[in-house]
């Protein structure tokens, strides 16, 4: 891993990567290893000073192959995923080896890294994170090829997600942020040592999260929104869902209770930034990783 980026702001309210990329800008022997270059990009400066989590569209989705490569797609957010393709890529070919892309969410996830692969790096790099910072928590987004995610940090072979909350958009919070940079600081120190081959003696598994399915908000056959996320999973990110529990209360008071024939555990719950869709969870499998 000669090149490695961090990237922040890459939604214009998400703050806490943008307080600590002004931080290490200031200082960056913080966030400097020995065996390999690093550069920081701050992703989306209009969308931070209008205070807004983008401006035209989610800058986080604008990283498929061909949308970086259809000249029509021009808005803001496109033209900024295009640029920020030609600094660090571009995809498929990228100069950059390494991409964390810094994210806060309004759930109660805590320090989450969220891994796009499950290669032999980024089992050693989650087990590594895990031993040093016990709650942190893995999640696993790898059930499409590295090269099919829309998501920025896929310009790279590697890359994640560093994913911190409960934070409020438009908010910093100290443990929040705080969270975001030990984790930051645990990943560069592993891909300095795994550049090194010194890669210290990791445990044999971990357990991690694996994305199984997305679940919207209740709707009528209108699409509008009828009800809301039982209060019995609010903030209970990581905590198992299974069939028969209280999922949903709509407005009417009706409780709306899961059918699902797995034990799941629900993330993303309730993200501010997913109403656009109606969106109410992500819902994971646990799983054990082998390292």
């Known amino acids: 891993m000669n090149k490695v980026a961090i990237v922040g702001g890459t939604h214009g309210n998400e703050f806490s990567g943008i307080y600590l990329l002004k931080k290490w800008r200031q200082n960056p022997a913080k966030i400097q290893r020995d065996s390999f270059e690093i550069q920081t990009v701050f992703a989306n400066p209009q969308a931070f ?12 989705r604008q990283f498929g192959l061909n949308d970086l490569n259809n000249p029509e797609l021009a808005n803001y957010e496109q033209s900024r995923a295009k640029a920020i393709n030609a600094q660090l890529g571009p995809k498929g070919e990228a100069q950059s080896d390494f991409i964390i892309d810094l994210h806060n969410t309004t759930s109660n996830m805590g320090p989450s890294l969220i891994l796009l692969k499950s290669d032999a790096f980024n089992r050693q790099m989650a087990a590594y994170v895990k031993s040093n910072m016990p709650d942190a928590v893995i999640v696993l987004e790898d059930q499409i090829e590295m090269v099919e995610h829309t998501f920025l940090c896929s310009i790279a072979e590697q890359g994640v997600i560093v994913e911190v909350g409960p934070q409020p958009q438009s908010v910093v919070r100290q443990d929040v942020l705080d969270w975001m940079e030990a984790m930051t600081g645990h990943i560069l120190d592993f891909v300095d040592l795994y550049n090194r081959d010194e890669v210290p003696e ?18 009528d056959e209108n699409g509008e929104r009828i009800g809301m996320v039982h209060k019995n999973v609010q903030d209970a990110d990581f905590k198992p869902l299974r069939n028969g529990d209280p999922i949903y209360t709509l407005f009417d008071g009706t409780e709306v209770c899961w059918d699902g024939d797995y034990e799941a555990y629900p993330h993303f719950i309730n993200e501010a930034a997913y109403y656009d869709n109606n969106l109410a969870m992500s819902l994971a499998k646990k799983v054990l990783v082998e390292v």
């Open 202 to 219: 990791l445990p044999s598994s971990f357990e991690a999260y694996k994305y199984h399915e997305t679940l919207k908000l209740p709707e």
């Open 49 to 60: 000073e209008a205070n807004k989590r983008y401006l035209d569209c989610d800058m986080n």
